[in-house]
């Protein structure tokens, strides 16, 4: 049974619609794993810390005891620093959609992003031809549906995911109207 954009668009937020099953887009190997399996979950654990006055590790154990902002960073430097980045051009959006999570998702907690982080930044952004933000583009287009990438985790997180996923059925509906509408013309 397949589902219409219709019906997926009225389902959508209920739960119902599941991603068909495809591999992951990991771009960056390992720095990409973290980004889409560890990184939400750390950036909860530090925002839960900071907003109590002891240190925790979130709900359900997620994140690492007296895990701060500065620690965050180093982890993150430690996946970059020595290694060397080869990315298919199919997949340079994707990866530098990972880099621009990682630089936003650290400012975001205070963190500072480590120099490696900040050359790949501007490395990705020019050979994409972007600015070093992270855009509309990036978070909606260029994040894949089946793989995708949030800040956030839990309920919150399903609902930024479903966010992201509404808007992308939203902006395949306008290009399959546009291309519609070209052709009449």
Partial sequence: MSITVIDAATTLFTGEVKPAPTAK????????????EQFPD????????????GQQTGP?????????????????????????FSVLSEHRHV??????????GL???????????????DDASRGTGQQPILSYQDIIIDNPPADLRTFTNGVIGKQEADFYLGHQMIESCLWHGHR???TIH
């Fill in 42 to 53: 750390r950036i909860a654990a530090i925002r839960l810390s900071q907003s109590n006055a």
């Fill in 107 to 121: 400012r975001a907690i205070g963190a500072a992003p480590g120099m490696g982080l900040q050359i790949l930044v």
């Fill in 180 to 182: 519609a509408s070209a």
């Fill in 25 to 36: 887009i990991r771009p960056l190997g390992a720095l990409s794993d973290f980004v889409v």
């Fill in 60 to 84: 359900f154990g997620l994140g690492r005891k007296n895990d701060t902002p500065e620690k965050l960073a180093a982890y993150v430097e430690g996946l970059i620093v020595g290694k060397m």
């Fill in 95 to 104: 990866a530098r959609l990972d880099l621009m999570m990682l630089d936003a």
